[in-house]
């Protein structure tokens, strides 16, 4: 049986549908919003032995025939996942994977495909919805519904599910999701935007978007739905309360430690202890498995956490809740990179290298809207080492690609435009250590790297995360710059950046059911002052772009020419522009609009390609002087060769100051000779002058000046 719900959500109808297609899976919806199409679906099988977490699975795939185009590549087929498609899994995932009950562990798989894309409505927030109405009809037990929806912002007003053109125009691009009663997750780049209307925009998004879909949920439940039937498995609180009296009081005491691994060694050594107590060797079957004796001991370590927290004021590492651990920078410490910084806060350390590169150095992004080219790009990368551990290496995960995303888009606000500054930017951050927010760690070091550089960035940018812990009977404490264990055992991971003028990045990930409104300002707040603390101590080291560029990086010098000409400069088979390129080493890219950018890793080359490139497509000027060559000799005078393609006469009586009785006694063909121009008559015929420029040069002129001295 097919059922359908509609409504209009920020100016367009939003479509959900169930029964028509995908029916052998556990549930599936056909969401519709303007001519964009999403089928989202859930399928869900049995806990695996042994696994003590909740596997679940997000999957999500934009096929380019849903746009009407070919996949690029060889095959011509869809590959692996891009950029973009992995980022979107991750928006999906992180809001629903909180309100899955506690103690179910069955694996849950979750796939969303783009069938259909009307290139302006984005997919990835259709995709979130088209999820969460899969879970709201299949028997899985979910604790939603949850819906999703962007917010931008244009003339100072707030717009839900802003499309691809009014995005061009909006300082910020939000996307907020969560149930009827509050936000589990938040994503956000913007242009320095106050707090305040960060938190207004989340507001507005849930009342106006979030809330009203999960309106549509519940009715599509309500007709469509299966019954979930699940029920939790039986604790064994017997076997709880015995190691709780076993490990409680050493558990309390490791807490107390200052260092990360002088805990975290003292914690498994509880651990192995209490497995090798209940659990010994040569005991065929013994009463309780080893996963079940740690998830026990992991939970009274839990409870002590939070315990300590919330309601004693003691943080594992000692600190004060609203207190940011002790920071260090340097910049300019690797030799021969184009800008380096190493950031490190308390136990977390990242080492972030800027390079600068030429517009061949774009990389092209073939997306589901349109092909385009990033002039910046961030990549973190997270080796095990960071966290002293051994690991398989290989490509970036998913949350090396949604970190990365993150501190791009914090940085991305305060760069220069092309025209300003032509290069294209690629910042690496490599975490060499970490106990906490080692994204936002990276938002400083890119900071710093990408000053060192010589970037013309308009304000420095830091970044820090608040966490949370919180009880049942609504008490709860923020906790400024937040480590590991606070993090896992913790409620929130709410992740600010920005500059002195305003937010640039939020990432907000909660395991609890929601976080109000008024929590989220306060912790907006907090997360202000941290940042201010930071950019302090950033500022002491380098407060302001270096005023050059390293001397490693290549020169880049633009230069407008007439869009006629560019024939001329490029000349037959291209024999021209290569020319320039085999004498002075530098790399020219001709643009359709006349836009000439010209790259050397030699100032010198750069700067004499540059010369020749106005020699052979500037106009000729009256009243300057050219280097030309003598291409003919005539009785009257000297036909002499100043550009490519025009040359000018210099008559027998302007070839020297004395008297010349033959044109050849003073050049001959093949010469370079200094000469001015004198005029131009209305036919476009020029007229040079040896023994003006000679004059002129004995001034202290040079060729390509305007016969002035210099």
């Known amino acids: 049986m ?3 719900v509609e409504r209009e959500i920020g100016g367009s109808v939003l479509s959900i549908e169930t029964g028509k297609l995908a029916k052998q899976a556990a549930g599936a919806a056909v969401v519709r919003y303007g001519d964009t199409v999403v089928l989202g679906t859930v399928v869900s099988a049995d806990p695996r032995p042994g696994v003590d977490f909740f596997p679940l699975t997000v999957d999500y795939r934009e096929k380019m025939s849903a746009a009407g185009k070919f996949p690029g590549g060889f095959f011509k087929r869809e590959g692996r996942p891009t950029l973009k498609e992995v980022l979107t899994c991750r928006l999906i995932d992180r809001p629903i994977r909180p309100l899955f009950p506690e103690g179910y562990n ?13 290139l302006q409505n984005d997919p990835d927030v259709i995709g979130v919805v088209s999820a969460a109405a ?16 962007r917010v931008g912002r244009v003339d100072g007003k707030f717009i839900i599910n802003p499309t691809v053109a009014q995005l061009e125009y909006s300082d910020l691009d939000m996307v907020v999701a969560g149930h009827a009663d509050a936000v589990t997750m938040i994503e956000v780049g913007c242009r320095e935007l106050p707090e305040s209307v960060i938190a207004d925009a989340v507001q507005f998004g849930h009342e106006n978007g979030v809330r009203p879909i999960c309106e549509m949920l519940r009715e599509l439940e309500r007709h469509a739905g299966q019954p979930k039937t699940w029920q939790p498995p039986a604790k064994d609180t017997a076997l709880l309360h015995e190691i709780r009296a076993k490990v409680e009081a050493d558990l309390r005491a490791a807490k107390q430690l200052k260092g990360k691994q002088e805990r975290a060694e003292a914690v498994k050594a509880i651990y192995d202890r209490v497995v090798a ?8 079957q013994p009463p309780h498995s080893p996963e079940q004796v740690k ?11 939070r315990s300590m927290i919330l309601d004693e004021g003691r943080r594992p590492d000692g600190r004060r809740a609203d207190e940011i651990r002790r920071i260090s920078c340097e910049v300019g410490w690797l030799p021969r990179v184009h800008g380096s910084a190493l950031f ?31 002039k910046f790009m961030l990549h973190y990368n997270f080796p095990p080492f960071s966290v002293g551990e051994v690991r398989r290496i290989g490509s970036p995960g998913r949350r090396e690609i949604g970190h990365g995303a993150l501190a791009e888009r914090s940085l991305e606000a305060v760069l220069p435009g092309p025209e300003e500054f032509p290069y294209t930017i690629r910042v690496v951050s490599d975490i060499l250590e970490s106990n906490g927010s080692s994204s936002m760690a990276t938002v400083c070091g890119g900071s710093l790297a990408l000053m060192d550089a010589g970037v013309p960035v308009t304000r420095a940018v830091a970044g820090i995360s608040i966490g949370m812990v919180s009880a049942p009977d609504g008490r709860y404490r923020l906790l400024a710059d937040i480590i590991g264990e606070e993090d896992h055992f913790g409620d929130m991971d709410f992740k600010v950046a920005g500059t ?33 603390q930071i950019l302090d101590q950033m500022d002491k080291v380098i407060s302001k772009p270096r005023p050059s560029i390293s001397q490693y990086a290549p020169r880049l010098l633009t230069i407008k020419i007439n869009p006629e000409k560019i024939g001329k400069l490029i000349g037959p088979g291209g024999k021209s522009v290569k020319a320039i390129q085999t004498e002075t080493g530098a790399t020219i890219d001709i643009e359709d609009d006349g836009t000439v950018v010209i790259s050397c890793l030699d100032a010198a080359g750069a700067e004499k390609a540059l010369a020749m490139v106005q020699r052979i497509t500037e106009d000729v000027q009256v009243g300057r002087i050219y280097e030309g060559r003598v291409i003919s000799i005539k009785d009257f005078g000297a036909f002499i060769e100043i550009q490519d393609g025009q040359d000018g006469l210099c008559h027998i009586s302007e070839l020297d100051d004395s008297y010349v009785r033959s044109v050849s006694d003073v050049v001959k063909v093949g010469d370079l000779v200094p000469v001015k121009v004198i005029a131009i008559d209305e036919q476009g015929r020029v007229k040079l002058s040896r023994k003006a420029a000679m004059k002129a040069v004995s001034k202290g002129a040079s060729p390509g000046s305007n016969g002035k001295e210099s």
Do not use: H, W
């Open 295 to 305: 998830a026990a001991i992991s939970q009274v370590e839990e409870q002590i956490t």
């Open 2 to 4: 097919t059922f359908k």
């Open 344 to 374: 490190t806060r308390g136990e977390t350390q990242a080492m972030v290298v800027c390079t600068l590169g030429t517009a061949r150095d774009e990389q092209v992004i073939d997306d589901l809207i349109e092909e385009y080219s990033k």
């Open 500 to 532: 002195r003028r305003g937010v640039t990045g939020v990432q907000l990930d909660i395991k609890a059911t929601g976080l109000p409104i008024r929590i989220m300002r306060e912790a907006l707040t907090l997360a202000n002052q941290c940042r201010m």
């Open 106 to 118: 069955n694996e849950v798989q979750v796939q969303v495909m783009v069938l259909a894309a009307d």
């Open 277 to 284: 107590e209940y659990c010994p060797e040569g005991l065929l």
């Open 134 to 149: 899969a879970l709201a009809v299949s028997p899985i037990p979910f604790n939603g519904p949850i819906a999703g929806v």
